[in-house]
T-cell receptor, first 116, second 117 residues
Framework: GAGVSQTPSNKVTEKGKYVELRCDPISGHTALYWYRQSLGQGPEFLIY????????DSGLPNDRFFAVRPEGSVSTLKIQRTERGDSAVYLC??????????????FGPGTRLTVL | AQTVTQSQPEMSVQEAETVTLSCTYDTSESDYYLFWYKQPPSRQMILVIR??????QNATENRFSVNFQKAAKSFSLKISDSQLGDAAMYFC??????????????FGAGTILRVKS
């Protein structure tokens, strides 16, 4: 079956603009994660959805960042008033959820965001 | 807060040889998971191997094996018979044990592995 997909693959924007990054998880996966990977670093957790609700948004850096998952499938990460420091690869991952077992996170190829 | 440290920014190995990548972590939890992920230039993060902290036996997956030292909080990855396709960035990662209900990953900074032919 299809894996996690993310669009766009690359996004270039100007400082101060608004951007939306989309994630299509594996069909049937109820858990969805967003991570941010700055150049030369490991990914950092941003937010985790269980179904439609954000179960953990402790990684969002400030109120310019927010994410939605209105129907429990596709998720959109939204960044307002972009800053040059927001430039990074944004990774999405999804997993199924089964009580008492480990659920592997499957990653998408990421969106590379460049803020000029 | 949990942290993961990879002290080797870059490693090189000759094709068909063995290489070990190091990782240490810090946590106050007794139950957790540890992982090694591979990230090639395509950016696709691929799970290489997983270790449950409550298991004493070291995990193995074909040419990949780990040396898990719980008391020392050390988790190294050994790649045997290295192949050109193993060249990538490798990340060590930690996840708390949550009974399967979704857990965020904490990653190290990564180690670039170069494989020489």
């Amino acid at each position: 079956g299809a894996g996690v997909s993310q669009t766009p693959s690359n996004k270039v924007t100007e400082k101060g603009k608004y951007v939306e990054l989309r994630c299509d998880p594996i069909s049937g996966h109820t858990a969805l994660y967003w991570y941010r990977q700055s150049l030369g670093q490991g990914p950092e957790f941003l937010i985790y959805f269980q179904g439609t609700g954000a179960a953990d948004d402790s990684g969002l850096p400030n109120d310019r960042f927010f994410a939605v998952r209105p129907e429990g499938s596709v998720s959109t990460l939204k960044i307002q008033r972009t800053e040059r420091g927001d430039s990074a690869v944004y990774l999405c991952a999804s997993s199924s959820t089964s009580a008492g077992s480990y659920n592997e996170q499957f990653f998408g190829p990421g969106t590379r965001l460049t803020v000029l | 807060a949990q942290t993961v440290t990879q002290s080797q920014p870059e490693m090189s190995v000759q094709e068909a040889e063995t290489v070990t990548l190091s990782c240490t972590y810090d946590t106050s939890e007794s139950d957790y998971y540890l992982f090694w992920y591979k990230q090639p230039p395509s950016r696709q993060m691929i799970l290489v191997i997983r270790q449950e902290a409550y298991k004493q036996q070291n995990a193995t997956e074909n040419r990949f094996s780990v040396n898990f030292q719980k008391a020392a909080k050390s988790f190294s990855l050994k790649i045997s018979d290295s192949q050109l396709g193993d060249a990538a960035m490798y990340f060590c990662a930690y996840s708390p044990y949550g009974g399967g209900y979704g857990n965020k990953l904490v990653f190290g900074a990564g180690t670039i592995l170069r494989v020489k032919s």
